[in-house]
Protein backbone atom coordinates (compact mmCIF):
# COMPACT_ATOMS: atom_id res chain seq x y z
CA UNK A 1 0.00 0.00 0.00
CA UNK A 2 1.50 3.27 -1.26
CA UNK A 3 0.19 6.40 1.13
CA UNK A 4 0.40 9.64 -0.53
CA UNK A 5 0.33 12.99 1.76
CA UNK A 6 -1.26 15.60 -0.49
CA UNK A 7 -1.69 19.22 0.67
CA UNK A 8 -2.76 22.29 -1.64
CA UNK A 9 0.27 24.78 -0.21
CA UNK A 10 -0.11 28.74 -0.15
CA UNK A 11 3.71 30.21 -1.64
CA UNK A 12 4.10 31.08 1.74
CA UNK A 13 3.44 27.63 3.29
CA UNK A 14 0.16 26.97 4.66
CA UNK A 15 -2.54 25.07 3.80
CA UNK A 16 -5.47 26.95 4.61
CA UNK A 17 -6.86 30.12 6.42
CA UNK A 18 -6.98 29.85 10.20
CA UNK A 19 -10.90 29.78 9.74
CA UNK A 20 -10.07 26.62 7.55
CA UNK A 21 -11.07 28.87 4.31
CA UNK A 22 -8.33 27.56 1.04
CA UNK A 23 -8.89 30.75 -1.36
CA UNK A 24 -7.28 28.05 -4.22
CA UNK A 25 -7.65 28.83 -7.65
CA UNK A 26 -10.47 26.82 -9.58
CA UNK A 27 -7.90 24.81 -11.30
CA UNK A 28 -5.58 23.97 -8.48
CA UNK A 29 -9.18 22.57 -6.92
CA UNK A 30 -9.10 20.67 -10.01
CA UNK A 31 -5.25 19.25 -10.27
CA UNK A 32 -5.91 17.75 -6.20
CA UNK A 33 -9.44 16.00 -7.75
CA UNK A 34 -7.45 14.67 -10.56
CA UNK A 35 -4.92 13.07 -8.60
CA UNK A 36 -7.38 11.89 -5.85
CA UNK A 37 -8.67 10.00 -8.44
CA UNK A 38 -5.87 8.15 -8.52
CA UNK A 39 -6.69 7.00 -5.24
CA UNK A 40 -8.97 4.01 -4.23
CA UNK A 41 -8.67 5.45 -0.72
CA UNK A 42 -8.36 8.33 1.59
CA UNK A 43 -7.02 9.47 4.98
CA UNK A 44 -8.80 12.56 6.74
CA UNK A 45 -8.74 13.50 10.18
CA UNK A 46 -12.02 14.74 12.60
CA UNK A 47 -11.64 18.23 11.48
CA UNK A 48 -11.20 16.97 7.61
CA UNK A 49 -13.90 15.17 7.62
CA UNK A 50 -16.02 17.83 9.09
CA UNK A 51 -15.37 20.06 6.14
CA UNK A 52 -15.72 17.41 3.53
CA UNK A 53 -19.82 16.75 4.68
CA UNK A 54 -20.64 19.99 4.37
CA UNK A 55 -18.82 20.62 0.99
CA UNK A 56 -21.16 19.10 -2.01
CA UNK A 57 -17.80 19.05 -4.28
CA UNK A 58 -16.52 16.38 -1.76
CA UNK A 59 -19.23 14.25 -3.91
CA UNK A 60 -16.58 14.20 -6.43
CA UNK A 61 -14.64 11.96 -4.61
CA UNK A 62 -15.06 8.20 -5.20
CA UNK A 63 -12.78 6.88 -2.99
CA UNK A 64 -13.44 3.04 -1.74
CA UNK A 65 -13.01 4.32 1.36
CA UNK A 66 -12.51 7.42 3.55
CA UNK A 67 -11.31 7.24 7.16
CA UNK A 68 -11.76 9.53 9.49
CA UNK A 69 -8.73 9.20 12.48
CA UNK A 70 -9.95 10.48 15.69
CA UNK A 71 -10.09 9.53 19.10
CA UNK A 72 -13.66 10.07 19.05
CA UNK A 73 -15.81 8.55 16.62
CA UNK A 74 -17.48 11.57 14.53
CA UNK A 75 -21.42 11.43 15.55
CA UNK A 76 -23.37 9.92 11.93
CA UNK A 77 -20.57 8.82 10.63
CA UNK A 78 -21.72 6.77 7.82
CA UNK A 79 -20.27 5.11 3.99
CA UNK A 80 -18.25 5.66 2.64
CA UNK A 81 -16.74 6.68 5.83
CA UNK A 82 -15.16 4.65 8.48
CA UNK A 83 -13.16 5.59 12.22
CA UNK A 84 -10.13 4.46 13.08
CA UNK A 85 -8.85 5.76 16.51
CA UNK A 86 -4.78 6.02 15.48
CA UNK A 87 -2.90 5.96 11.94
CA UNK A 88 -2.02 1.98 12.35
CA UNK A 89 -5.54 1.64 12.41
CA UNK A 90 -6.86 3.37 10.11
CA UNK A 91 -3.90 1.14 7.93
CA UNK A 92 -5.48 -1.72 9.19
CA UNK A 93 -8.86 -1.59 7.63
CA UNK A 94 -7.78 -0.33 4.68
CA UNK A 95 -4.82 -3.19 3.90
CA UNK A 96 -8.32 -5.56 4.98
CA UNK A 97 -10.27 -3.64 2.15
CA UNK A 98 -7.76 -4.35 -0.12
CA UNK A 99 -6.77 -0.88 -1.00
CA UNK A 100 -3.72 0.14 -2.66
CA UNK A 101 -3.96 3.58 -3.59
CA UNK A 102 -3.98 5.95 -0.48
CA UNK A 103 -4.10 9.74 0.19
CA UNK A 104 -3.74 11.30 2.87
CA UNK A 105 -5.99 14.26 2.70
CA UNK A 106 -4.83 16.18 6.40
CA UNK A 107 -5.22 18.01 8.57
CA UNK A 108 -1.39 18.95 9.91
CA UNK A 109 -2.07 16.84 13.26
CA UNK A 110 -3.04 13.67 11.50
CA UNK A 111 -0.05 14.49 8.76
CA UNK A 112 2.51 14.79 11.56
CA UNK A 113 1.02 11.32 13.18
CA UNK A 114 1.30 9.48 10.10
CA UNK A 115 5.29 11.12 9.29
CA UNK A 116 6.27 10.10 12.89
CA UNK A 117 4.96 6.83 12.54
CA UNK A 118 6.99 6.41 8.93
CA UNK A 119 3.51 6.00 7.50
CA UNK A 120 3.48 8.15 4.46
CA UNK A 121 5.41 7.24 1.53
CA UNK A 122 5.33 10.23 -0.68
CA UNK A 123 4.40 13.93 -0.34
CA UNK A 124 2.96 15.79 -3.25
CA UNK A 125 2.86 19.74 -2.77
CA UNK A 126 0.81 21.86 -5.20
CA UNK A 127 2.00 25.42 -4.29
CA UNK A 128 -0.37 28.12 -5.60
CA UNK A 129 0.28 31.31 -6.75
CA UNK A 130 -1.32 33.46 -3.41
CA UNK A 131 -0.21 34.70 -0.20
CA UNK A 132 -2.29 34.14 3.10
CA UNK A 133 0.14 36.06 5.56
CA UNK A 134 -1.41 33.90 8.70
CA UNK A 135 -3.03 30.14 8.42
CA UNK A 136 -2.52 26.78 9.06
CA UNK A 137 0.70 25.14 8.83
CA UNK A 138 1.11 21.51 6.81
CA UNK A 139 2.85 20.32 10.03
CA UNK A 140 1.65 20.85 13.75
CA UNK A 141 5.06 19.89 14.90
CA UNK A 142 8.42 20.32 13.48
CA UNK A 143 9.70 16.97 11.65
CA UNK A 144 13.31 16.14 11.05
CA UNK A 145 12.72 13.87 8.26
CA UNK A 146 14.68 13.62 5.08
CA UNK A 147 13.23 13.40 1.73
CA UNK A 148 14.16 12.67 -2.08
CA UNK A 149 12.97 14.79 -5.11
CA UNK A 150 10.85 12.95 -7.69
CA UNK A 151 9.68 15.80 -9.55
CA UNK A 152 8.35 19.74 -10.40
CA UNK A 153 6.11 20.51 -12.61
CA UNK A 154 4.39 23.81 -13.78
CA UNK A 155 0.39 23.08 -13.50
CA UNK A 156 -1.70 24.48 -16.29
CA UNK A 157 -1.95 27.68 -14.23
CA UNK A 158 0.83 29.66 -11.76
CA UNK A 159 1.11 26.52 -9.74
CA UNK A 160 4.05 24.46 -9.11
CA UNK A 161 3.38 20.71 -8.12
CA UNK A 162 6.58 19.37 -6.33
CA UNK A 163 6.72 15.48 -5.30
CA UNK A 164 9.18 14.08 -2.88
CA UNK A 165 9.85 10.50 -1.45
CA UNK A 166 10.00 9.97 1.81
CA UNK A 167 13.50 8.73 2.85
CA UNK A 168 12.28 6.52 6.22
CA UNK A 169 14.30 6.76 9.07
CA UNK A 170 16.38 9.25 7.41
CA UNK A 171 16.48 12.83 8.94
CA UNK A 172 17.64 16.11 7.35
CA UNK A 173 20.37 16.56 9.70
CA UNK A 174 21.99 13.05 8.75
CA UNK A 175 22.14 13.94 4.63
Not at 25 to 32: A, R
Not at 54 to 68: E, G, S, T, Y
Not at 95 to 121: H, K, N, P, Y
Request: proline share 5%; with cysteine; net charge neutral.
Amino acid sequence: MRITLFYTVSADGFIARTDDSTPWQKSVIQNYFDFCASADSAIVGHRTYRLLIDDPMAARFLFKKIIVVSRQTPKGIKPPFTSATSPSEAIDILSRAGCSEVVLMGGSQLATSFLSDGLIDEIRLEFDSILLGDGIRPFSKPIDLGLTLISTERSRTDSVVTCYRVSKGDSAKSR
